[in-house]
Structures are given as C-alpha cells and as structure tokens.
T-cell receptor, first 113, second 115 residues
Framework: SQKIEQNSEALNIQEGKTATLTCNYT??????LQWYRQDPGRGPVFLLL?????KEKRKERLKVTFDTTLKQSLFHITAAQPADSATYLC????????????FGKGTKLSVKP | NAGVTQTPKFQVLKTGQSMTLQCAQD?????MYWYRQDPGMGLRLIYY???????DKGEVPNGYNVSRLNKREFSLRLESAAPSQTSVYFC????FGQGGSDTQYFGPGTRLTVL
C-alpha cells in the first residue's frame, strides 16, 4: 500500500532563514502532490499543488519541488517569519476511488524571532 | 461564503451513546469527506462521497455510518461510541473529486471525547 512519510516531526528555525520540509513516499507513483498548512485548533488549508511533470512550483515565499525519481517532495519557505509557524502536511492521491488523498503526519514548524 | 461548516465544535459522550456530526458546504462541491485526526496518526479517511447519492468507505470506517443528505450536507454517525473514537473529526469537500488534482477544503473540526 502507499506510504507517505514526513521525516521530521518538528523543525525549529530562526526568523529570516529558509525552512525546508521533506515528504517521501513509497509504493506509488502519484501524478500530483499537495501541501497543506494546519494551525492549532483549525482544519488544514491548501497551499500548493504540483504535478509529476513539474519540477518546481512557486507561490510568493513558498516553493515546492517534486522529484519522481527520488519519490520525494521538498517544501521551502524563504525568509521565514513567526507567522509561518504551523504544521505542514503533504498529501498525495490515494490511488483508490476518485478524490481520495493520503496525508502525511505533518511537520510542525516553529520560527523563532 | 461560509465554506465548510461543522457542528458541534465540541462534544463529550459516554461509551455506548450515539451522535451525529453535521457538515455542510456552500461551494457547490460534488465530493465530500470525513477524516479523523489523532496524535501521531495524521489524518485518516473514514468515509467519502464522490457525488450526491454515493458513499464509500475509507481507511477506518468501522463504527461509523454516513449519509449524503443532499449536495450540500454530509453527516457522520456514531451508533455506539467507544473511547477509541475520541478524536478530532474534520469534514472536507472538493469540487470534482478527481483524485490528486482536486484540492480539498476543510471545516474547523469537531473535538469528540468518549468517556
């Protein structure tokens, strides 16, 4: 079955630095990969979607890469700010019926002033 | 637009009691989902509805039932609550339900404790 791993439960960085979060997957070749942000006590919010034929996607200070050979996606936040502190989830299509996503367990990012 | 709304926000049940979690979306989305989120386990799909009138089991359906009442509403029912069902429940919707290309919009969650 598909397996998705975010290999850091928590990541602490200083304000202004670049945060890099990793998402690895096995036993699958997804055509799409998504990243979500979740704040404490709230539901996840969609950030970015990247397709298998896209090496990189950007949105303001966010950048996502998708390496289908390594079966890995990297999520970067440049010039990180304390307001970026949250849990970030990666998700890929479940391979079953339509619309399903499998979510990683998330990486909790803390940006210190 | 309110997006995805869920009621109640919090609930405490005793073992064996039943309850229904309500979810509604006002985005005219075709697909709706119920997840549970537990510490260390991440989000796990309970049931989903690809379109009005259809429902299917997800990863962890045991102990739950669902009803897609209409295009807007998707309810989750616990017939006989167990402590193992203590969790945070999220409802989500997506426009087309077309696999990984379709982004999901989540509600604020229901925090359920079963004593």
């Amino acid at each position: 079955s598909q397996k998705i791993e975010q290999n850091s439960e928590a990541l602490n960085i200083q304000e202004g630095k670049t945060a890099t979060l990793t998402c690895n997957y096995t036993n699958y070749s997804p055509a799409y990969l998504q990243w979500y942000r979740q704040d404490p006590g709230r539901g996840p919010v969609f950030l970015l979607l990247i397709r298998e034929n896209e090496k990189e996607k950007r949105k303001e200070r966010l950048k996502v890469t998708f390496d289908t050979t390594l079966k890995q996606s990297l999520f970067h936040i440049t010039a990180a700010q304390p307001a970026d502190s949250a849990t970030y989830l990666c998700a890929l299509e479940g391979g079953g019926s339509q619309g399903n996503l499998i979510f990683g367990k998330g990486t909790k990012l803390s940006v210190k002033p | 637009n309110a997006g995805v709304t869920q009621t109640p926000k919090f609930q405490v049940l005793k073992t064996g009691q039943s309850m229904t979690l309500q979810c509604a979306q006002d985005m005219n989305h075709n697909s709706m989902y119920w997840y549970r989120q537990d510490p260390g386990m991440g989000l796990r799909l309970i049931y989903y509805s690809a379109s009005e009138g259809t429902t299917d089991k997800g990863e962890v359906p045991n102990g739950y039932n669902v009803s897609r009442l209409n295009k807007r509403e998707f309810s989750l029912r616990l017939e006989s609550a167990a402590p193992s069902q203590t969790s945070v429940y999220f409802c989500a919707s997506s426009r087309f339900g077309q696999g990984g290309s379709d982004t999901q919009y989540f509600g604020p969650g229901t925090r359920l404790t079963v004593l």
